[in-house]
Each structure stands twice: as C-alpha cells, then as structure tokens.
T-cell receptor, first 112, second 114 residues
C-alpha cells in the first residue's frame, strides 16, 4: 500500500511532441505529489508538485494532472525539447509524514 | 547559497575497506536525508536527521552502515567494511524542516567497491 507505481520505464518522444509519464498509488493518506527531474551525474531536483485539492497544475510546459478517484497522477511535458531528456521520478507522501515514497523513474529521451 | 555539497564525488575502493561520505547541507535547513540510488532498487532512503538528531534509520541496510550529524552543517555516512554490493550513488538531501519545503539534493557520491 506504500508503493507508487510509475510507467513507462523509458520513453522516446520526438522534439515538439508531448511526453506523458504516469503514476499510481494505493494509500489514500497520500496528500502531496511531487515530480523530480534528474540529469545524468546530478541529483534529483523538484520540477513541480501538486496537492489533491486541485486536479491540474501547470508551470510553463510542465503540467501535473491528478485523478483522486482513480488514485493516479501524471506529468505532461508539452513541446518536448532535447533539453528535457532526463530521468523523471514521481513521489508521494502523507501530509503528516515527511517520508517521500518514490516511483521507479522514467528515462525520457527527446529526439531532435 | 551553494546548495548541498557532497564529497567525494567519486570513490573507488576495495572490498573490506572503510568508506566515509560527507555532506554539507544548505545553511538554515534543519533536516538532512541520506539516499542510495541503484538501477535495480531506484532511490532508497537510508536515514534522516532533524536538528542533528537521527529520526529514522530503518532504511540502513546493515550494521556496516552508520551515519552521524555532529552539527548543523555536516553529516557523514560510513560503510565499514565495504562490499561490492554497496556500489551505488549516495545522495544527501536537505530541507528547511522535516515536513516543510522542497527537498534539495547534492550531486551525489558515486561509490565503486571492487
């Protein structure tokens, strides 16, 4: 019940296309859902995060869509660029807890 | 701010040797986390501290692993004796408090145990 399942494991998208990464969870106590971006040789960095009181959050080309009833959330990258090539991690945590539960990661490659 | 600083960036050692990884959190951050990243297991939380006190070390894989935080600006993760299966990238991360704020990661220490 503590797991966060992330898919796909890897994704290749043409430049200018839309990249979509999905995550699903079981624990209804989860209350905070961040996405982290990791470039090779670097640590993960927070990209965007959402709480379940909204169904969507957009920051530039990055959007989180959240479906509370389905217990799923996804990251959409519009107009994908080669510089977006990285590994993306979803995560979740209960509001009263500080320990993030991490997805397995998605390696995204944007082809020029 | 300089961000979370980790050293060494790369460490190659032989099985049985002691390894010490170091971390300087962002100034003003009261919580510090040690993670391990491998292809097989992804990101694993090893231990975290709040106000220099270890809160939960249940992620530490074995007694060979130990971590300390003697003051607010320094933490170490020690592996003694090291084994080839300890080969991984070890990340330190900090945040303002245990349940508030963004988690900031260092660039990691890549450990190879031969």
């Amino acid at each position: 019940q503590q797991q966060v399942k992330q898919s796909p494991q890897s994704l290749i998208v043409q430049k200018g296309g839309i990249s979509i990464i999905n995550c699903a969870y079981e624990n209804t106590a989860f209350d905070y859902f961040p996405w982290y971006q990791q470039f090779p040789g670097k640590g993960p960095a927070l990209l965007i995060a959402i709480r379940p009181d909204v169904s969507e959050k957009k920051e530039g080309r990055f959007t989180i869509s959240f479906n509370k009833s389905a217990k799923q959330f996804s990251l959409h990258i519009m107009d994908s660029q080669p510089g977006d090539s990285a590994t993306y991690f979803c995560a979740a945590s209960p509001d009263s807890n500080y320990q993030l539960i991490w997805g397995a990661g998605t390696k995204l490659i944007i082809k020029p | 701010d300089a961000g979370v600083i980790q050293s060494p960036r790369h460490e190659v050692t032989e099985m049985g040797q002691e390894v010490t990884l170091r971390c300087k959190p962002i100034s003003g951050h009261n919580s510090l986390f040690w993670y391990r990243q491998t292809m097989m297991r992804g990101l694993e939380l090893l231990i975290y501290f709040n106000n220099n006190v270890p809160i939960d070390d249940s992620g530490m894989p074995e007694d060979r692993f130990s971590a300390k935080m003697p003051n607010a600006s320094f933490s170490t993760l020690k592996i003694q004796p090291s084994e080839p299966r300890d080969s991984a990238v070890y990340f330190c991360a900090s945040r303002i408090s245990l349940d508030t704020g963004e988690l900031f990661f260092g660039e990691g220490s890549r450990l190879t145990v031969l």
